[in-house]
């Protein structure tokens, strides 16, 4: 009887163990589902939205920033293939060559523009690409003593001060417009007491009391001193600071 008795305990002792057992492997089970599903999900949130569109021109500029005064990535024509992952006022962010870039909106079409997602532009850093700056600089170095020449854009042979910075940004593949009253809209706006190297410098050059036209520009490389095209020495260096130049004085604009 006795044995018996033991036998009945040991038998429902072994069933409570093996419903135990049961229910964690229920339990484990269930929460390995929810971690995985809930790092799927991690992982899909973490998936850039990309839309499939395609250029709507031929020659459209891929730029490497949502501005026409930097670097042209390249180009694309009519029907080619974008793959667009963001928005940014009347710029499309786009994976170009594996690489962010960017195209005019206006060049782009597509059946779900609006799910593309908007990007908030990111604060100016206070000193961007100083590398890039600093070897700017060095270029439109070599030039001086070209001499001044009106309408010219040929540098070591004839420039004047629009087109010798035009023509110096070329060569790093930043766009400027031809005049200097059109250069000032080719940038934004800084402060005098916060000019950086290549920054444009605009003057009142006409020989009147300065009226904040703009008839002038330099290309700013430090320590207070600028690097132009002048009317009467050609490409030369000169200081903000020199009585002419703070009196003929109008703004300044950083390109990027």
Sequence with gaps: MESYFRRGIKIAVTGMMIGLLSLSTVYADEVAVETTVAVQEEQEEKQPIE??????GDRVNIRKYPNTSCQVLGQVNKKD???ITGKQGHWYQICYNE?????????????????VPVIEPLPPAPISNSTEKQAIVQYAKQFIGTPY???????GKGVDCSGF?????????ISLNRCSGDQVYNGQYVDKSQL??????FFD?????????????GLYIGDGQFIHAS???????????EAYYVRTYVKAVRLF
């Design 81 to 83: 293939p974008l793959r």
């Design 205 to 217: 050059t006409r020989g009147r009391k300065n009226q904040g036209i703009i008839s002038h520009v």
């Design 99 to 115: 690489q962010e870039a960017w195209i005019y909106a206006d060049y782009v079409g597509g059946g779900d523009l609006t799910s």
């Design 196 to 201: 950086q190297i290549g920054d444009l410098v």
């Design 149 to 155: 020449r009106y309408g010219g854009t040929v540098l």
């Design 231 to 241: 009317t009467n020495h050609g490409v030369v260096i000169n200081h903000l600071s």
């Design 165 to 173: 910075t035009q023509a110096v940004m070329k060569n790093f593949g």
């Design 51 to 56: 839309v499939l569109g395609y250029s709507t």
